[in-house]
């Protein structure tokens, strides 16, 4: 049983470029949660989504930083024009539909330049 | 306002003894408290889970206690071993919004 993936594992980005990090959940998972990681800090969740929809994104910067999880295809977390403190690792999770249980992916380690 | 406190922030412990590392709570209504178990480089990986009909859940060496009253929960690793060595978290969620809210982390040293 494929875990939840994450693409890619490591993204370098100059300052003022876009990054796009990519998650597809776990075989019947329908619900997906980005969470942020900052060095030396616990997880802090950003947005949760299911299928062409976002349920609660109130943990997201309102500006540059935007979600999707299409009918077909991945979840994507799109952060534009990237600054120096957008640098950490963000991890996606996925749930089953009525399930508290959430499963995590192993990370996509964001550095800006 | 953190909401979920975690406690110690870093611990060493000898192998063959117990780890506890404790989790305070503020909002009542979280009814879902996970433990995760991270390793550097890696995501975090769902140990053990409690809700709060229980005030205890036990799998393998790993125990969760929890105390309603108290709004805290812990967890014990009983005969810690070198591979137990990592970062574990605590969070909680409530139904209804299963959005996890975590502790900030507890960095564990078992000493061979």
């Known amino acids: 049983n494929a875990g939840v993936m994450q693409n890619p594992r490591h993204l370098v980005r100059r300052r003022g470029q876009e990054a796009r990090l990519r998650c597809s959940p776990m075989k019947g998972h329908s619900h997906v949660y980005w969470y942020r990681q900052l060095p030396e800090e616990g997880l802090k969740f950003m947005v949760y989504?299911?299928?062409?929809?976002?349920?609660?994104e109130s943990g997201m910067p309102k500006e540059r930083f935007s979600a999707e999880f299409p009918k077909e295809g991945p979840s994507i977390l799109r952060i534009q024009q990237v600054v120096r403190g957008d640098s950490a690792a963000y991890f996606c999770?996925?749930?089953?539909?009525?399930?508290?249980?959430?499963?995590f992916g192993p990370g996509t380690r964001l550095t800006v330049t | 306002q953190q909401q979920v406190k975690q406690s110690p922030q870093s611990l060493i412990v000898q192998k063959g003894g117990i780890s506890i590392i404790n989790c305070a709570y503020e909002n009542t209504a979280f009814d879902y408290f996970p433990w995760y178990q991270q390793f550097p480089g890696k995501g975090p990986a769902l140990l053990i889970a409690?809700?709060?009909?229980?005030s205890e859940k036990k799998e393998g060496r790993f125990t969760i206690s929890f105390n309603k009253s108290a709004k805290q929960f812990s967890l014990h690793i009983m005969d810690s071993q070198p591979g137990d060595s990592a970062t574990y978290f605590c969070a909680a969620s409530r139904s209804g919004y299963s959005t996890l809210t975590f502790g900030k982390g507890t960095m564990l040293l078992v000493s061979p």
């Open positions: 989504l299911q299928k062409e929809n976002i349920i609660d």
């Open positions: 409690i809700r709060p009909d229980v």
């Open positions: 999770a996925s749930s089953r539909q009525g399930e508290y249980e959430q499963y």
